[in-house]
């Protein structure tokens, strides 16, 4: 029972699927706009994380390509692989925590004044590891590492999506959705930031471009053609011999076109998703927040914010990449003798939704050192974080990569210590 109770909560399109069919039976919706409500959610759902595994599955191999074309050896920031390596030892545990974590974040955001929703049962999966490999590493028993990892986990749930919610209404123009996912710190951060260096009047999306460049503006041609770009570079100086291994036989120059043609496919399913699942549960969530919990709203994962500026994003992840592969990657190093290799989908996904935040709160300027600040900071922090946590002893070269789980960490075995306990 409890293997499908984790299995359920690791499907974020049945939990919104069921979230949305909760709501509108309390709306008291007819049949039909309840079936249809359901099922548009869900496949909103599937078809925003198609667009994910597309963009994934293009940028995992140009991360592979990258580091044998400059040959480093480093650590790779992967925050489910890193899970992944903590399951032997606090398996069992995890699996409780998701599952009873869910119930405390439901009673808090009905006591409490913190009415999120957290729906981005994958990220919770995350989370649900680090408390539990933290609280294990600090001598708790399993039913103690249960009990608290269950309501950390929970508050967090709760809690943390309302730290950038004053910030994401300003960026979006709306309260009606929050962000569950463990870059909220990391978003947190450049809201503030960007609040401070940039007008929020000048945003990056109008900018103006002389008629000929007016093409720039349309994402799938930009997306393309700036993955063509890192992947033709990246490919000619490893060669053809390493290439070789993920074309498929394929010229290695036509695979990175290919590569960037399924990198702007992804991109807009993606976007398409958001869209459709957006449409869906908002209304369905005005049934939770009147019968269930006054004021809940959902918190959703970051691609939910890529439409507010599309060029934001792009702009937020190519600065952020080059700044962390030619600054901020040496640097760490230097610092901290831990090599953070970039991680793309951290950069792409963090860096391009910091673009977005940074682009809504301080607009272009704010966007584009957004992207320096981030690729300066981020491979720091991983490379700093990697020997708190014991990783290297369960595999080596595998790190956490956010700033959330960092933080969860950080304060469970900082308290740990405090207390001799670890």
Known sequence: MLTLLTQLLRQPPIIVGIIAFVGLVAQKADFQKTVLGTLKTTLGFIILQIGINAIVGSMGPFASIFVKAFGITGVISNDEAAAGLVIPLVGFEVGAIMGLSMVVSIIAARLSPWKNIYLSGHKQWGISSVVAFSLHLIGLDSMMIILLGSIITGLYLTWYPQILQPFLRQVTGTDDFGIGHAYTLHLTLNAIIAKYIGNPKDKIDDLKLPAGLEIFRDMAFTTALIFLILY?????????????????????????????????????TLIYGVKMLLAEIVPAFVGISKKLIPGARPALDVPVLFPYSPTGTLVGFVVMFITWAVVGMPLAAATTGVIPVPSMTGIFFGGGTAGVVANGMGGRRACILSGVINGIIWPFLVSWFYPFLPMASLAPGIAWLCYDNMSLALGIVGLGMLLGLY
Do not use: C, D, K, R
């Open 232 to 268: 033709t570079v990246v490919a000619t100086i490893a060669g053809e011999a390493v290439v070789s291994g993920f074309t498929g036989g394929l010229n290695m120059y036509l695979w990175a076109l290919m590569q960037a043609f399924s990198m702007a496919a992804g991109l807009l």
